[in-house]
């Protein structure tokens, strides 16, 4: 069976250039799959347009919830539970205050539900976020989105790469490029595991030094091929230096330095990748070769 090449682009932070990187790799050859997987802001679907969509809810956990019908006001749930999430609020009818589930400092845990002598106390589903999967124009793409307030991005993440896996197998697909969150957590950790090769985007400050190295460090208790991609390289090449100098010692090949152009943002706004919207630039050229090498290295 053909082996399926997942590449998740990954960044210690926002806005290093990450989501435009995956479109522009997303939209360079046929039969790709898409997984978004930055729940918590999921944009990448706004580039690619995907259409005849399927979408499924995803319970991301579970909130307590009394039945004042049947609770006696006893106070015991509010005694036991760990997360403070229960309080007596202020009410007429209540003189020594009402039992009162904060949704918002609720885990979920059940605890509640299960000490309640008089089962006044439903553990109601959080359906509000959801995933979905559709056709762009280059192949298929699944993205989710968490709904605010919600838990559970790593598993949300979880469920995106495996719809990612089967449209991939289905579909014939060879490709599956990953579009991570930005930072260290438990969202980025569900976005390498797994993974054949991470290339991690980083811009030529002190701090996109910092945050590189940290999500690297991160990939590195990973059996993942390593790689660097470096944006805006020419605004400081000193930095670009340094960056590079560090990836070198560590053995991580940098397998693109894409110049500062105005029109990434541009062909954002228009809704493309810059590979469509601007193919014969420096930049795209440069991420023509960051794909051959990426490509390439899926065959050796
Ligand atoms: S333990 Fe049950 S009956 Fe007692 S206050 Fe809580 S919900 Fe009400
Ligand atoms: S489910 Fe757990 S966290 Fe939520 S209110 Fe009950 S005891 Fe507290």
Known sequence: MQKINEISILSGKGGTGKTSLAAALATLQKNTVVADCDVDAANLYLILEPEDYRTEKYISGHKAVINYDICIQCGLCKEYCRFNAIERMTEPDYPKGKITIVETSCDGCWLCSRICSVNAIDMAPCDKSYWSTGNYQYGKMIHARLAPGEENSGKLVNVVREQARITAKESGAQNIIIDGPPGTGCAAIASI??????????????????????????????????????????LNPDMTDCIRSWCEKEDIPVIGNLPFDPRMVHAMVACKSITEWAPGSEISTVIKEIHRFLSRVQKT
């Open 193 to 234: 595991t797994g993974a054949d090769k991470v290339v991690v985007v980083t811009e030529p400050t002190g701090t996109g030094l910092h945050d590189m190295k940290r999500i690297l460090e991160l990939a590195g208790r990973f059996q993942v091929k390593k790689y660097v991609v470096i944006n805006k390289s020419d």
